[in-house]
């Protein structure tokens, strides 16, 4: 079984352009978690999707982020106009649907995606 | 709001050696979920131990154990017989029961250096 898969692993993206990162999660798992970790930080919660909806975005900025996670393919973390300060690694973690046990509430990694705006 | 402290920026220890992280957190609520991850050079996040705020056993996983302590709010880490792999960066993470969110909430972590 496959693991959480996010891509590209390094993004670089001048100021003003758009970046897409992509988060595919466990199979079986329909719950996706966007986090974001500045550096000699810890990660902050972003957004919590899913399948075609969004459940908890208290941790997205108002402007330039967006997140969707669609009935098919992966889930997707957008940055318009990107600004230095976006300049973070961003981890997408997945669980799984069961609704009853701990071990629902497991969330399970992926490598992350270092996002460099020059 | 719920928030989690890590006070130790760094740590070290002699391989095969015992360490403890210090992780307390700050919450309204009665249950809810802690967690150690770690999270080595590569950058992947790695569950080491997780413990339900209703069970007073204190959860051990082989080499790491924790000490919960529900009415002071602490959840430390305890690593026996440290190895070289154990080099990382720590991070103590509190989830919420109640909420339909299941966001984890994490601390400023803790590097730990382990020396041969």
């Known amino acids: ?118 | 709001a719920q928030t989690v402290t890590q006070s130790q920026p760094e740590m070290s220890v002699q391989e095969a050696e015992t360490v403890t992280l210090s992780c307390t957190y700050d919450t309204s609520e009665s249950d809810y979920y802690l967690f150690w991850y770690k999270q080595p050079p590569s950058r992947q996040m790695i569950l080491v131990i997780r413990q339900e705020a209703y069970k007073q056993q204190n959860a051990t996983e082989n080499r790491f154990s924790v000490n919960f302590q529900k009415a002071a709010k602490s959840f430390s880490l305890k690593i026996s017989d440290s190895q070289l792999g154990d080099a990382a960066m720590y991070f103590c993470a509190y989830r919420s029961v109640s909420s339909n969110t299941g966001k984890l909430i994490f601390g400023q972590g803790t590097t730990l250096q382990v020396k041969p």
């Not at chain 1, 969707?68 to 997408?92: H, M, N, T």
């Not at chain 1, 069961?98 to 020059?118: C, D, H, I, K, N």
């Open chain 1, 1 to 118: 079984n496959a693991g959480v898969m996010q891509n590209p692993r390094h993004l670089v993206r001048r100021r003003g352009q758009e970046a897409r990162l992509r988060c595919s999660p466990m199979k079986g798992h329909s719950h996706v978690y966007w986090y974001r970790q500045l550096p000699e930080e810890g990660l902050k919660f972003m957004v919590y999707l899913q399948k075609e909806n969004i459940i908890d975005e208290s941790g997205m900025p108002k402007e330039r982020f967006s997140a969707e996670f669609p009935k098919e393919g992966p889930s997707i973390l957008r940055i318009q106009q990107v600004v230095r300060g976006d300049s973070a690694a961003y981890f997408c973690a997945s669980s799984p649907t069961a609704p009853l046990g701990f071990s629902s509430y497991e969330q399970y990694f992926g490598p992350g995606t270092r996002l460099t705006v020059t």
